[in-house]
């Protein structure tokens, strides 16, 4: 008997019929002798919905509010699948976060997880019930409702696989299985069958939507393999663990990623001297900015430089803000923003040793006459800032030359 963990996203709950798909599902297991905890979100589009009516009411919704609206949307889909599962003869319980005491920080809208208090989930499941458990939802040490921010059921799962040293986790959603890019895009994308956490890591920081990157963190850091899979068949889909078969040094690129849900900030003409980057990128993490790419060009006059940085699109109008603050402070000439700019990435832990890899990524891209604006490079994932337009253009040039021509 295997305590097995199971997420179904939005699509996988979108309605009556779907529930009751699932409902069999995770009876097929429990029927088999297992212990099954169910993690689900929204019903698909009732999160969008949500945040589209609090803007209807207001420009500046309360982030406490807007948790407490949002965490609705799981509770419909938590009671919908408990209901359905007792309509097929078995037992099954719906949890919220505040049941179990599953504790984060209180950053509303993006809190992280502290812990979670197993006895409630353990005593349901001793009992012979299905829990079925609310993603995307916590509770602060003050009672509070919190979320951990868009697509964090993934992440809710993963944790509730760490706390309670679970078999498996398997996340069912739409598609089937983690691509070498995205099959909207590209003509030949392939199915990975395995991948380590580090290039899923980076493949979900970079624009992958199939796995919330939170959740990888979590899953590499308790070591828990993740299944990745299709809810509308049985096959197999991406095992997310260690090290991927796939991810062989001999192999260079494993994905192409991209991602239009960044903006640039630019302040130009910034003193150069000690401190004034400390200034900038503390005065961003103060108010809760994540940047991603930072490039600090070289003294043109020997006394002023350009620092320019991209920050999560959602971020943007309140970076700027900050950012003319900061240009006041510092002394700058100027603050400039781009909002139409799109991030391509190519990852692979094969990039560690194949030198050459990075120059050939620049020259495909030359090859097809697409400028770059900016570049960050770690040792397994090669990420350039270019136009919006360009984008697809980019991945496909990418994904022929890197991975179908191999
Ligand atoms: N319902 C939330 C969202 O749409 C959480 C999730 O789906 O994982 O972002
Ligand atoms: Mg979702």
């Not at 996988?12 to 599902?25: F, L, P």
């Not at 919905?49 to 609090?54: K, P």
């Not at 179990?100 to 992280?112: G, I």
């Not at 990745?228 to 090290?243: A, C, Q």
Request: aromatic share 4%.
């Amino acid at each position: 008997m295997a305590l097995i963990i199971q997420k179904y996203g939005g699509t996988s709950v979108a309605d009556a019929v779907r529930v009751k798909e699932v409902a069999k599902r995770v009876l097929k297991y429990k029927n088999e002798g297992h212990d099954v905890i169910v993690v689900v979100s929204a019903p698909a589009g009732t999160t969008d919905s949500l945040i589209r009516r609090a803007y209807e009411l207001s420009e500046t919704p309360s982030k406490r509010e807007l948790d407490m609206l949002l965490t609705s949307g799981e509770q419909i889909s938590i009671a919908s699948l408990a209901i359905a599962i007792e309509d097929l003869g078995k037992k099954a319980v719906s949890l919220n976060a505040f049941q179990v005491d599953f504790k984060t920080t209180d950053e509303h809208t993006k809190a992280t997880i502290l812990d979670i208090n197993t006895d409630i989930i353990r005593e349901k499941l001793s009992e012979g019930n299905v829990v079925v458990f609310a993603g995307f939802q916590g509770i602060t040490e003050n009672n509070e409702i919190t979320t951990l921010g868009r697509g964090g059921s993934d992440t809710t799962a993963v944790a509730l696989g760490a706390a309670l040293k679970a078999d498996e986790v398997e996340i069912y959603t739409d598609v089937d299985g983690v691509y070498t890019a995205d099959p909207r895009v590209v003509k030949n994308p392939k199915k990975l069958n395995t991948i380590s956490y580090q290039e899923m890591l980076e493949m979900a920081a970079s624009g992958a939507k199939v796995l919330h990157p939170r959740a990888v963190e979590i899953a590499a850091r308790y070591g828990i393999k993740i299944h990745l899979r299709s809810s509308f068949d049985d096959s197999t889909g991406t095992i997310v663990k260690e090290k991927g078969d796939e991810s062989m040094e001999q192999v260079k690129i494993i994905g192409i990623t991209s991602t239009k849900n960044e903006g640039k900030i630019t302040l130009s003409g910034v003193p150069d001297k000690p401190g004034i980057a400390a200034k900038v990128f503390s005065k961003l993490a103060k108010a809760k900015i994540n940047t991603d790419i930072i490039l600090q060009s070289s003294s043109v006059t020997k006394e002023f430089n350009n620092i320019s940085y991209t920050v999560s699109i959602d971020d943007l109008k309140e970076a700027v803000e900050i950012s003319q603050e900061l240009k006041e402070e510092l002394g700058a000439e100027g603050v400039s923003y781009d909002a139409n700019i799109a991030k391509i990435s190519a990852i692979g832990i094969g990039l560690k040793t194949h030198y050459e890899t990075t120059a050939e990524i620049f020259d495909t891209l030359a090859e097809n006459g697409i400028n770059i604006d900016m570049i960050s490079c770690s040792e397994i994932n090669v990420s350039c800032i270019i136009k919006e337009e360009d984008v697809n253009k980019a991945v496909r040039a990418l994904h022929e030359k890197f991975i179908e021509e191999n």
